[in-house]
C-alpha cells in the first residue's frame, strides 16, 4: 500500500472514497485499546462506586457526542482537516489555534496510549516469560510501540483504516474473553483502597468522574473527526448519514471500552493504579490475549493520534512535508511516555492532562460550530488554503489573517475555563463560585460561544455565506 501523500492540502472528490462504515470502523477499531480503557478505572480511583461509575462515564460521553460529532460534517464540506477548516471562522492564520489544541490533545492521548500499553505489556511478559520490571525493559517496550505508531502514522490513512477493522474485530473478541477472565472477582462496592470520595462528596466526585472520564473521550475527537470525514464525498454521502455514523462510532469506541475499564478496575481492585493489578488479577489463560490487546490495540490508537498530530504540525509548519511532521511529533510524544513513566501518578497526569485540555479546547469547538450553523455549512475550500499555500487573501483573510473577534473569544473561554478547573496540584480562583465542583468545559464553551455572537455580527457570516454560494454557482457556470 502505497504512503499518502496528502497533508492539509484539500482532498480531489476522485480520492474521497470513504463511506460512513469507514467513519465507524475508524472510530470504534481504533478505540479498543488500553490508552481508552484505562479512563474506565478513573471513577473507581475517585471512589465512586460501580453504579456511579457507569452513570458518570455514560452521561459524560453522551453529552460529549452530542457537542463533537456534528463537527465530523465541516471537513465533509470543505474536504480538508478541522484545524485548517476553522480558518472560517479564525482565519486563514488564525487557524493556528486550532492547530496547537489538536497538537496538544493528540500528543497527551498518544503518550497516555503507549505509557499504559507499554507497562500492561512489561507486565503480562514479567508473568509470561520472567521479564524483569527495570528501565530498560520498559524503554525497550515503550520504543517498540513507538517504532509500529510511527509506521502506521507515517502510511496514512489507508493503511490506519484497515488495521481500524482488523482490530474492530479482534480486540471486541479479546475484551469478551476478558470479561469472563475477569469476571469472578468482580464488585460493585467501592474500593476501599481509594480512600473515599475524591473531592469530599458523591456529587461533586461523581461530576469530576464526569468530565474527566466522559466527557474528555469525545472532546479528544474536536481536531480529529476531520482528518477521516474528509475523505467521504458529499456527493455520494448525506450529512444524516455521516452524523450518524459519527454519533454510533464515538459512543461505542468510547463507553465499550472505558466500561470494560470500569469493570476490570472493581475486579482487580485496581484502585491507586490499573496496569499493574490488571496483570496480577489476570488468570493465566488471559495473559496471551492481554498481551496483544496491549500491542496492538495501542499501536492502533496511538497511530491515529500521531497522524493527526503529523496534519496539525503541517499546517503550522506548511513548508514541512506530512511525513517529516510526524517524525518529529513522535519523538516528543516518545519522550513524554518517558516523562509520565517516571515523574508522575498516572491518576494525577490523566486528571490533569484531560481538564486542561477540556477547559481551552471545548470553546473553539463551540465557536467553530457556531460558525458552521451561522454559514449555513458553506465554505470556500480554495480560500481556506491560503495560508498553506503561503499566499494572501480571499474571504477569510480577516486581518492579517486573523479574525480577532473569534479568537479573543476562544482565549476569553479558555481563561475563564481555566480558571474554574480543579486539578489535583491546582484550584481555580473561581471554584469558590462553583461550590467547589469543577465546571470547567461548560464555563469555557458557554463564555466562548456567548462572547463570539456578541463580538461577531451574524450578517457577516451570512454575507460570507452568500459570497461562497455565489462563487461556486458562477465557477460551475462557467464549466
Known amino acids: 500500500m502505497p504512503m499518502e501523500q496528502r497533508g492539509v492540502d484539500t482532498i480531489p472528490d476522485e480520492e474521497r472514497t470513504s463511506g460512513p462504515r469507514d467513519l465507524l470502523s475508524i472510530l470504534l477499531g481504533s478505540n479498543l485499546c488500553l490508552g481508552v480503557i484505562v479512563f474506565g478505572w478513573l471513577p473507581p480511583s475517585f471512589g465512586l462506586d460501580w453504579w456511579g461509575s457507569v452513570s458518570s462515564i455514560v452521561a459524560g460521553t453522551v453529552v460529549g457526542t452530542l457537542l463533537t460529532a456534528p463537527l465530523a460534517l465541516i471537513s465533509l464540506r470543505t474536504a480538508t482537516n478541522l484545524s485548517t477548516s476553522s480558518g472560517a471562522q479564525f482565519g486563514v492564520r488564525g487557524r493556528l489555534v486550532g492547530s496547537v489544541v489538536g497538537l496538544l490533545l493528540a500528543l497527551g492521548y498518544t503518550a497516555l496510549t503507549v505509557w499504559i500499553g507499554g507497562d500492561v505489556m512489561v507486565g503480562a511478559l514479567g508473568r509470561l516469560v520472567g521479564l524483569p520490571a527495570s528501565g530498560w525493559s520498559y524503554g525497550v517496550i515503550y520504543g517498540l510501540l513507538a517504532a509500529a505508531t510511527v509506521a502506521g502514522a507515517v502510511y496514512g490513512y489507508r493503511v490506519l483504516l484497515t488495521m481500524s477493522r482488523v482490530l474492530a474485530i479482534g480486540m471486541t473478541a479479546l475484551l469478551a474473553l476478558g470479561i469472563v477472565a475477569y469476571a469472578p472477582d468482580f464488585t460493585t462496592d467501592a ?11 458523591y456529587w461533586p466526585t461523581w461530576l469530576l468522574a464526569a468530565v474527566a472520564a466522559g466527557l474528555s473521550g469525545p472532546i479528544a475527537f474536536i481536531t480529529l473527526l476531520g482528518d477521516y470525514t474528509r475523505y467521504i464525498s458529499p456527493a455520494r454521502h448525506s450529512d444524516r448519514r455521516v452524523l450518524h455514523a459519527t454519533w454510533l462510532g464515538l459512543l461505542l469506541g468510547l463507553l465499550v471500552p472505558q466500561l470494560f475499564g470500569t469493570f476490570t478496575a472493581y475486579a482487580a481492585r485496581a484502585a491507586l493504579d490499573y496496569a499493574g493489578p490488571l496483570v ?14 496491549a500491542s496492538a490495540g495501542s499501536v492502533g490508537n496511538a497511530g491515529l493520534m500521531l497522524y493527526s498530530m503529523g496534519l496539525d504540525l503541517d499546517a503550522i509548519l506548511p513548508r514541512a512535508s506530512r ?10 510524544a516518545t519522550a513524554c511516555v518517558f516523562v509520565g513513566h517516571y515523574a508522575s501518578s498516572a491518576q494525577d497526569a490523566m486528571t490533569s492532562f484531560v481538564l486542561l485540555l477540556t477547559a481551552i479546547g471545548t470553546p473553539w469547538a463551540v465557536i467553530t ?16 488554503q491560503v495560508f498553506n499555500r503561503r499566499a494572501r487573501g480571499g474571504i477569510y483573510w480577516f486581518r492579517g489573517g486573523w479574525n480577532i473577534p473569534a479568537t479573543v473569544s476562544w482565549a476569553l473561554g479558555a481563561a475563564v475555563g481555566l480558571m474554574a478547573v480543579s486539578l489535583p496540584s491546582y484550584e481555580g480562583p473561581l471554584l469558590s463560585l462553583t461550590g467547589g465542583v469543577d465546571c470547567s468545559f461548560l464555563l469555557s464553551g458557554v463564555v466562548g460561544g456567548v462572547a463570539y455572537v456578541l463580538l461577531s455580527p451574524r450578517r457577516n457570516s451570512g454575507r460570507a455565506a452568500a459570497e ?6 458562477l465557477a460551475k457556470h462557467e464549466v
Open 323 to 332: 511525513a517529516r511532521a510526524t517524525y518529529t511529533v513522535a519523538v516528543v
Open 280 to 293: 496480577d488479577a489476570s488468570p493465566s489463560w488471559y495473559l496471551v490475549p492481554l498481551l496483544l490487546a
Open 468 to 473: 461562497v454560494t455565489s462563487a461556486a454557482a
Open 191 to 201: 474500593l476501599p483502597a481509594a480512600g473515599g470520595y475524591l473531592l469530599g462528596g
Open 369 to 384: 460550530l457556531v460558525g458552521f450553523v451561522r454559514g449555513r455549512g458553506v465554505y470556500d475550500a480554495d480560500a481556506l
